[in-house]
Each structure stands twice: as structure tokens, then as C-alpha cells.
């Protein structure tokens, strides 16, 4: 698979072990493996209802698997609620938008830092100094994010009125204001030309190693998907059809009858 030694001899951050989930009679995720090293852009792709959000929600522990295990940095995950697990150091983004559309950029961003932080939403009510300090520092912490992911001309702007692309910016900022260790971005292209793909694509890479993060990513942008990750594990049905790189997968029969086949950048997803 081309992997070298050095690559091999990284921290594990997510393993699944025979991962699976059945909701009644159908079996969504049927006994999945990942191995993701730390740093590594791994994706997860597949047909459409193959199982990738699944697999996202039970990573995020939104779901209890029927089967198998998460393991988060060698600690299998089990009672964690998904406000937990943030708090482990893992962060995601959804594959339809979900900002607060009508508040500011940085109002966004400074939100999601309270996933993070011990602080809640009565102390504010109350105007209590300690949680005044926290609060400067929060948007102080907010501004400097939004420097990082080139948004922070837009701190002002309403979310909502933002350009797709940015929008779609501004989610992977609200999931780094929670510090992960691990990102999982669920179609973060989805609905994009051509040229904000490119642009999403440079983003991606520069925030995996500005912030030292491990990335799993969904996608159906094939071109995204061949330039951004160097592992790719390819499902259908739940199971595992092809893993390996970006040339493995693109030359593999599986893949190609179930997937590749399918030209879904043409029909504009
Ligand atoms: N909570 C649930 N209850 C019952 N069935 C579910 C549930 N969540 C997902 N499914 C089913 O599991 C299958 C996989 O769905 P999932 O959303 O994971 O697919 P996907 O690969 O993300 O598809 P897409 O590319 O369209 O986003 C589908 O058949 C879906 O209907
Ligand atoms: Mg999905």
C-alpha cells in the first residue's frame, strides 16, 4: 500500500473493531475496521445509503453500535455521551449545514467553544466575573481562530449571508473551536463548483497541518477525495469492499462497479 515505516509507527487515533449497527432487519454497518493514524486525511467513501453517516455517528457515539468497538486514542468508547466525546478531542461537522444563521460570524465561532469549556449558559445570565473573564478570553480565542481560517473580515457578517463556500468554512472554524484531535467532516463539499472545491480542498490540507489534526472525511468530489487523502477505505452496503491509496482504490474493480461508475460530480452533488 506504499505506507512507510515512519507512517506506521504513528499513534493510532481511531480504530473500529468490527463495528457494526442494524436498525431492524437492515444491517447499516456490518463489521467495519478502521485504522487511522495520527495526522493521516483518511477517507470513507460509497454509494449513496452505503453506511458513511452511520459510521460518523457511531464514531460520535450518537449511535450505540449493535456490535464492536470505537476506540478513541486506545480508550474504547462505550457510555460516552457525543457532548463527551467532544471533550475527548473530536470534533464533526454535518453533512447539511447547521450554523446559527442569523448570528454574527464570531457569535458562531465563540458558541461552539462552549462545547469545550466549563462554563454554562446560567453563569452568563448571572453576569458573574469569572465567566466574564472566560467570555473575553473566549472572543479573544474566537478572533484568532477566525484569522487562522481566513474568515475573520467576515467576524461581523451574519452567518447566513455568507457565500457557500465560507459557510461551509465557518463549520470546520466552529469545529476547531473545540479543539479536536480528530476531525470528521461529512461532505464538506457537498454543493460546491468546481473552484470552491479547490479552494476547499487547500483549506483542508493547510488546517490538517497548522493545527495538527487527524482528518476522516466523506465524500462523494472524487477529485477531492484522490488529492486530499493518502488512505481510503471504500463501503457499500455497510461492508468494506477496497481500502488502500488513492491509486488502489481508483483501481479497483469493487469500487469501480459500485461506485466509481457512477459520475456523481456530474449530476452536481
Ligand atoms: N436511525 C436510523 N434508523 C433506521 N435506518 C437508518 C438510520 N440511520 C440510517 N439508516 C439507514 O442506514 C442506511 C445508511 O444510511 P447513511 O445515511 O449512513 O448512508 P450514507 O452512506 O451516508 O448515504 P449518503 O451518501 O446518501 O449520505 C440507509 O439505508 C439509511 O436509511
Ligand atoms: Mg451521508
Given at each position: 500500500m506504499g505506507i512507510s515505516q515512519t507512517e506506521n509507527e504513528r499513534p493510532m487515533v481511531l480504530e473500529t473493531k468490527d463495528l457494526t449497527i442494524r436498525f431492524g432487519g437492515l444491517?447499516?454497518?456490518?463489521h467495519l475496521n478502521l485504522q487511522i493514524r495520527k495526522n493521516v486525511i483518511y477517507g470513507l467513501i460509497g454509494p449513496n445509503g452505503a453506511g458513511k453517516t452511520t459510521v460518523f455517528n457511531l464514531i460520535t457515539q450518537h449511535y450505540k453500535p449493535t456490535e464492536g468497538q470505537v476506540l478513541f486514542n486506545g480508550n474504547c468508547l462505550r457510555k460516552e455521551k457525543p457532548a463527551q466525546v467532544v471533550k475527548m478531542g473530536m470534533a464533526r461537522t454535518f453533512q447539511n449545514i447547521r450554523l446559527f444563521?442569523?448570528?454574527s460570524v464570531r457569535d458562531n465561532v465563540v458558541i461552539a467553544m462552549h462545547m469545550r469549556l466549563d462554563v454554562s449558559w446560567w453563569m452568563s445570565m448571572l453576569g458573574l466575573k469569572s465567566y466574564q473573564k472566560k467570555e473575553n478570553a473566549m472572543y479573544e480565542k474566537a478572533d484568532k481562530l477566525l484569522k487562522r481560517t481566513g474568515l475573520y473580515e467576515f467576524a461581523e457578517h451574519e452567518a447566513g449571508s455568507l457565500p457557500y463556500g465560507l459557510q461551509r468554512r465557518l463549520e470546520i472554524a466552529r469545529a476547531l473551536a473545540t479543539e479536536p484531535e480528530l476531525l470528521l467532516l461529512d461532505e464538506p463539499a457537498a454543493g460546491m463548483n468546481p473552484q470552491e472545491v479547490t479552494e476547499l480542498t487547500k483549506f483542508i490540507r493547510e488546517i490538517r497541518d497548522e493545527f495538527d489534526i487527524t482528518i476522516l472525511l466523506i465524500e462523494h468530489h472524487m477529485s477531492l477525495v484522490m488529492n486530499l487523502c493518502e488512505e481510503i477505505t471504500a463501503i457499500s452496503y455497510g461492508k468494506e469492499i477496497a481500502h488502500g491509496n488513492p491509486e488502489d482504490i481508483k483501481n479497483d474493480a469493487q469500487v469501480i462497479e459500485a461506485?466509481?461508475?457512477?459520475?456523481?460530480d456530474a449530476k452536481g452533488k
Open positions: 444491517t447499516a454497518v456490518s444563521t442569523g448570528l461506485y466509481l461508475g457512477v459520475d456523481k
